[in-house]
């Protein structure tokens, strides 16, 4: 079956940079997604990537997927304070709407 | 709307009582899902449906749990007697196109059951 892992915690100082790390299964998946959580608030898409992409940059965010190692991130430059968030990768499953989440990782930006 | 639409933001529901949730999706976008998060951020997926119709019903208890998108109203998920393990964000999302195409969520409703 399919699973998406994540690590939990990230902790870093602001105008640092942040790198959120996520391993995935399905190798058939089509498209592969970053969502952020911020408290009590919904999930906001901020990127995703088609499979036969290796990299895709938006603004201060870039994505990386190595699809040989099912292994995709998501780099935050210069991190503020209200990045501080869960950030969720989630892949989706072919040929059906069912995203697969990961775990999310939280993300907490040092003043 | 521009934006996915759920209703009520919190609810609270005793052990045993009906919870009924409801969701306007982006104007334009055939399909809509439903999806569960529990505690330690667990999303499950629940039910997705292309207009009115059932797309993909695997995600949906057998019991107790059942959703609608009528013509002209809001979606719809209701859980009849409620239980504790039901407590939960109910999150509704949509998407315009068909599977592999972006979805789009909403804020998620918060269903308490004391």
């Known amino acids: 079956g399919e699973d998406v892992e994540q690590s939990l915690f990230l902790s870093v100082r602001e105008g640092d940079s942040s790198v959120i790390n996520c391993t995935y299964t399905d190798s058939s998946s089509t498209y592969l997604y970053w969502y952020k959580q911020e408290p009590g608030a919904g999930l906001q898409l901020l990127t995703y990537i088609f499979s036969n992409m290796d990299m895709k940059q938006d603004q201060r965010l870039t994505v990386l997927l190595n699809k040989k190692d099912k292994h995709l991130s998501l780099r935050i430059a210069d991190t503020q304070t209200g990045d501080s968030a869960i950030y969720f990768c989630?892949?989706?499953?072919?040929?059906?709407?069912?995203?697969?989440f990961g775990t999310g990782t939280r993300l907490k930006v040092l003043a | 709307g521009e934006e996915v639409a759920q209703t009520p933001k919190h609810l609270v529901r005793g052990e045993g009582q009906k919870a009924k949730l409801y969701c306007a999706p982006i104007k334009g976008h055939s399909y809509v899902f439903w999806y569960q998060q529990v505690l330690k951020n667990e999303f499950k997926f629940l039910i997705s449906?292309?207009?009115?119709?059932?797309?993909?019903e695997t995600g949906m208890p057998k019991e107790r749990f059942s959703a609608k998108c009528l013509p002209n109203s809001p979606c719809s998920l209701e859980i009849q007697a409620t239980k504790l393990e039901d407590s939960a964000v109910y999150f509704c999302a949509s998407s315009q196109f068909g599977p592999g195409n972006t979805i789009y969520f909403g804020e998620g409703s918060w269903l308490t059951v004391v």
């Open positions: 989630a892949e989706s499953e072919p040929g059906t709407y069912k995203y697969i």
């Open positions: 449906f292309q207009n009115e119709n059932v797309f993909d």
